[in-house]
């Protein structure tokens, strides 16, 4: 045993070792080189993906936050047109003062009224009173000179007669 080999047993030699490794590597290199395009593509489709979920997700909130405007601009006008309750109290209070004061007038005004009514009545019912007086005097009158003229012309009558 000299240290010289002897035949190769497995038919390996450095040269096809070598060009076996070298093919190894190249064929990893490859593969690598594809999966490196693979997660590259991979990735470019995640990013489009994220980038139409990104828009439509902008597009979804801008409407929800249309929708929030026009709720807050409807609420805006509500509290620009709508009358307050401590002011509608207030009115509400002044009218109701204004109509216990015209049903206090109008009670007035009807006394007044009812009293008048009163007093033109009495003063119709006094004068045709006083004319009725006025007729029973004048008849009585009447009646007194009858008996006047009659004694007269039986006074004359008995006189010249």
Do not use: C
């Amino acid at each position: 045993m000299s240290g010289e080999p002897t035949a190769p047993v497995s038919g390996w030699t450095v040269d096809t070792l070598r060009e076996h490794l070298a093919q190894r590597i190249t064929d990893q290199g490859v593969r690598l080189d594809q999966r490196m395009n693979d997660a590259d593509k991979a990735i470019q489709a995640a990013l489009g993906s994220a980038e139409t979920a990104v828009s439509k997700a902008e597009a979804a909130s801008e409407k929800r936050f249309e929708g929030i405007n026009e709720f807050r601009g409807a609420l805006a006008d509500q509290q620009r047109e709508l009358l307050p309750r401590s002011e509608y109290r207030a009115e509400q209070k002044a009218m109701s003062d204004r109509i216990a004061s015209n049903a206090d007038r109008l009670a007035a005004l009807e006394l007044r009224l009812t009293s008048r009514l009163d007093l033109g009545q009495g003063s119709a019912a006094g004068a045709a009173g006083t004319r009725t007086e006025r007729r029973l005097d004048s008849t009585v009158l009447v009646q007194w000179l009858g008996l006047l003229v009659a004694a007269g012309v039986a006074l004359f009558a008995i006189i010249h007669g």
